[in-house]
C-alpha cells in the first residue's frame, strides 16, 4: 500500500511504535524551535535535565512575543535565552528579526524533516513539506536532549484542491473555508494533508497560511508537498540545497478526502470569538469597524502586506479606524522599506509596528471598549485581543486593508486595483540577527533574572486523591482561559507563583483564591478542553495551585499532553450525562488510581457529596501512566536517572 506525505516523513523518522491511528509512536526529531513566551521554560527545563549540548540538527530560539519591555522582566528572559542557547548549541534569533514561524520558513525550513516548536503554530512550517508539529515545552526540551517525540498516530485526511483563488480570494479564506465546514474540533487526532493540481497555484507562504491554521482546526499538523513551488522558494532564499520532492504515492490511502475547488471560494471572515464562525463577508452585513490589524504569523509575508500595500496606496485610512501592520519579519519589512511599500502605508496613515507577535498576544494595541476589530490573525478568543468587550473578526489581508479604508467590513471584490504580487526571483538574505552558538560553551555565562522562578513539581500519584470540584466550565474552553496573556501578564511566564492569581480568571474571577483555600482540587471541563496555544503555563499553574484532574468530555492534544507531563490526571467522561450531573464544589474521591488505571485505562470516581459514582476514562500509553505514577515527566526522567547510575 502507497504512503501519504506526513506517512512517508513519519516512516522515515520512526523509532518506536507502529503507523496505526490511534496508537502511540516515538519519532526523531531533526529540528526544534521555540519564542519566548514559553522558551524560557523550555531552556529551565532543558538545563535541568544536565545535557551539554542539544542533541538535533538543528535548535533555534526566537524572541518575538514578549517584546514590550514596561520593566525588567522581558528583557531579562531575552537575555537569559540568548546566553542559554549560546552555551548549549542553540542559535538565537534576536527580537526585531520577527515571528519565530515566518523565520523559520524562511532561513530553516526543510522539506521531508522533523519539527517540534513550543507554540502551537509550529504547523506554519508544513507549507514547505516538513512534518511540524506544537508541543508542550518539556516535550522540546526532551527533543533537544536527543529524545523521541511521542504523539498519537493521526488519520490522515486529504483535502484535495482544484481550480485557482480569484482576484481578491486568499489563502486566508480557504483556511476559513475549511474550519467552516471542519469545525475547531474537526482537526483532532488528524493531519490534514493539501494535495491535487490546484495545490500548484499557491506559493508557499500561502501554503503556510492555511497549515498555520490548522492549528485552529485541532490537528496534529497540516502538510503540502514538497514540489516545484517549494523548490522556488529555496532557490529565492539560496537554500535549494535543502529541497527534496515529496508527493504521496498515487495509491495512498486516506481516512477521508474532502475536495475544494479554489475557484468557488469567497472572501469569509470568522466572527466573534471562535476561529470556525465563520460566512462570508456579503453575508455579514454592514458592520462598522474600529481598529485593522494586519500581521501574525498567518498573514505576514510579503506578498501579504505587498497586497495591503498595493490596496492602500493613494488612499487614506478611513478617520474612525486605527490600521496597525506588523510584518513577520525583517526580510519582509526591509523589503517593503526598499521597493517603496512602506512609504506607500505610511502615506496611507498604517501605524507601523516591529517585527512580531505584537497585538495577536495582546502585546499593545488592544481596541477601545467595544470595539470591533478586524485581524488578519489566526485567533479571535473572546479577550484574547487585551479587551473584553471587543469583537474580533479574522479575514485575510484584501479585506483587511479594502476595510480600514471604507471603516466597515467589506467585499475586497469591491476594490478596483491590480494587486498582483510579482514575487522576487531572489529574496535579501541577512542573517546577521541571527546568533549562532558559541564554539567555546564553557566560557559562556547563563544569566538569569530576578523574575526567573523555579517551575513547579509534582508529586507521585498518590493511592487516594480527594477534592471539591472547584470549577465547572462548558465547551471549548481555550489556554488563553485556563491561562490568560496579554502586555500585563506575559511579563511573568517564568514566574508560576505570580502567573497563578490570574488561572481561569475570564470564567470565574474567584478560581485562584479558592484554589489556594482549599488546597487544590479539581477541574470539570466540557468538549475540547485547553484548545488553542500550546502553553504548559496552563497545566503549571494549576499544578502549583494544587490541580490534581481535569474530568472532561474531550480534550486537546497539546494541553492533554501538558497535563500528564505536569502529572495532572486527564479524566474523560464517558457518559456525558455524568458531566450534567455533576456540581461545582461537588467533594470527589478516587481510591487505588493506579490500580484502577492499570487494569483497563478507567477509573471509578465516587461523588461524595451526590452518593454517586461516575466511570471515566485515562487515555493515556504505559509510558504516560509511567509519568502519571511519578508524578509528572520530569520527576520520571530524574528517577530512570538515578535508576542507571
Ligand atoms: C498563541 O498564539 O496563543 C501563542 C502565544 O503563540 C501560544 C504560545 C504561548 O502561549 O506562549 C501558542 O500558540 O502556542
Ligand atoms: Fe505569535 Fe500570534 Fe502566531 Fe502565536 S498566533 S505565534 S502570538 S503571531
Not at 496534529?220 to 504521496?248: H, N, Q
Not at 476561529?275 to 485593522?292: C, F, L, S
Request: with cysteine; charged share 20%; proline share 6%.
Amino acid at each position: 500500500m502507497g504512503l501519504t506525505i506526513a506517512q512517508k516523513i513519519i516512516k522515515s523518522h520512526l523509532l518506536e511504535g507502529r503507523m496505526i491511528p490511534g496508537q502511540e509512536i516515538g519519532i526523531r526529531i531533526d529540528q526544534t524551535l521555540t519564542q519566548d513566551s514559553t522558551g524560557t521554560m523550555v531552556y529551565l527545563q532543558f538545563e535541568a535535565m544536565g545535557i551539554e549540548r542539544v542533541k538535533t540538527r538543528l535548535s533555534v530560539a526566537y524572541v518575538d512575543h514578549n517584546m514590550l519591555q514596561e520593566g525588567f522582566e522581558n528583557a531579562d528572559d531575552h537575555r537569559y535565552i540568548r546566553t542559554v542557547a549560546h552555551k548549549y548549541g542553540i542559535y538565537f534569533s534576536r527580537p526585531g528579526n520577527g515571528i519565530c514561524h515566518q523565520v523559520h520558513l524562511e532561513n530553516f525550513g526543510v522539506p521531508g524533516e522533523t519539527i517540534i516548536g513550543s507554540d502551537s503554530h509550529t504547523p506554519t512550517a508544513g507549507g514547505i513539506g516538513m512534518l511540524a508539529i506544537g508541543a508542550g515545552g518539556l516535550d522540546v526540551a526532551v527533543a533537544m536532549s536527543g529524545g523521541a517525540y511521542y504523539f498519537t498516530m493521526p488519520e490522515i485526511i486529504n483535502i484535495k484542491l482544484s481550480g485557482r483563488l480569484k482576484p481578491y480570494v486568499s489563502a486566508k479564506d480557504v483556511i476559513l473555508e475549511v474550519l467552516r465546514r471542519l469545525t475547531v474540533k474537526g482537526g483532532i487526532g488528524k493531519i490534514i494533508e493539501y494535495t491535487g493540481e490546484g495545490v500548484k497555484s499557491l506559493s508557499v507562504p500561502e501554503r503556510a497560511t492555511i497549515t498555520n491554521m490548522g492549528a485552529e482546526l485541532g490537528a496534529t499538523t497540516s502538510i503540502f508537498p514538497g514540489d516545484e513551488v517549494t523548490r522556488s522558494f529555496l532557490i529565492a532564499r539560496k537554500r535549494e540545497e535543502v529541497w527534496v520532492e515529496i508527493y504521496p504515492d498515487d495509491d495512498a490511502l486516506y481516512n477521508k478526502t474532502l475536495e475544494i475547488d479554489l475557484g468557488e471560494i469567497q472572501p469569509l471572515a470568522a466572527m466573534p470569538h471562535s476561529p470556525d464562525n465563520v460566512k462570508p463577508v456579503t453575508e455579514i452585513g454592514e458592520i462598522k469597524i474600529d481598529q485593522v490589524a494586519i500581521g501574525s504569523c498567518t498573514n505576514s509575508s510579503y506578498q501579504d502586506l505587498m497586497k495591503a500595500a498595493k490596496i492602500l496606496k493613494g488612499k487614506t485610512v478611513h478617520k474612525e479606524v486605527s490600521l496597525v501592520i506588523s510584518p513577520g519579519s525583517r526580510q519582509v519589512l526591509t523589503m517593503l522599506a526598499s521597493n517603496g511599500a512602506l512609504a506607500d502605508l505610511l502615506a496611507a496613515g498604517a501605524r507601523i509596528l516591529e517585527s512580531g507577535c505584537g497585538p495577536c498576544i495582546g502585546m499593545g494595541q488592544a481596541p477601545a471598549t467595544n470595539a470591533v476589530s478586524l485581524r488578519t490573525f489566526n485567533r479571535n478568543f473572546k479577550g484574547r485581543c487585551g479587551t473584553v468587550s471587543a469583537k474580533v473578526y479574522l479575514v485575510s489581508p484584501e479585506t483587511a486593508a479594502v476595510s480600514a479604508i471604507a471603516g466597515e467590513l467589506t467585499d475586497p471584490r469591491s476594490c478596483r486595483e491590480n494587486i498582483k504580487v510579482e514575487i522576487p526571483e531572489t529574496f535579501p538574505v541577512n542573517d546577521n540577527m541571527i546568533i549562532p552558538p558559541s564554539n567555546t560553551p564553557g566560557k559562556v555565562e547563563v544569566i538569569r533574572g530576578p523574575n526567573i522562578k523555579p517551575f513547579p513539581l509534582n508529586i507521585p500519584l498518590p493511592r487516594k486523591i480527594e477534592g471539591e470540584i472547584l470549577i465547572k466550565v462548558g465547551d471549548n474552553i481555550t489556554t488563553d482561559q485556563i491561562m490568560p496573556s496579554n502586555a500585563k501578564i506575559l511579563p511573568y511566564r517564568s514566574n508560576i507563583p505570580y502567573l497563578a492569581s490570574y488561572c481561569l480568571v475570564p470564567c470565574d474571577k474567584d478560581f485562584p483564591e479558592r484554589a489556594r483555600k482549599s488546597g487544590g482540587g479539581f477541574i470539570v471541563g466540557g468538549e475540547n478542553y485547553g484548545q488553542g496555544s500550546s502553553r504548559e503555563h496552563a497545566a503549571l499553574v494549576p499544578l502549583y495551585l494544587g490541580i490534581k484532574g481535569i474530568l472532561a468530555k474531550s480534550f486537546s492534544r497539546i494541553h492533554k499532553a501538558n497535563l500528564i507531563n505536569s502529572g495532572i490526571l486527564p479524566l474523560r467522561f464517558i457518559n456525558p450525562d455524568d458531566y450534567d450531573n455533576i456540581r461545582e464544589f461537588d467533594s470527589i474521591l478516587i481510591d487505588d488510581a493506579v490500580e484502577q488505571i492499570m487494569k483497563g485505562n478507567t477509573i471509578t470516581v465516587k461523588n461524595t457529596t451526590q452518593n454517586t459514582m461516575y466511570e471515566l476514562k485515562v487515555e493515556v500509553s504505559s509510558r504516560e501512566l509511567e509519568m502519571l505514577i511519578a508524578g509528572g515527566k520530569i520527576n520520571l526522567i530524574k528517577r530512570e536517572k538515578v535508576g542507571k547510575q
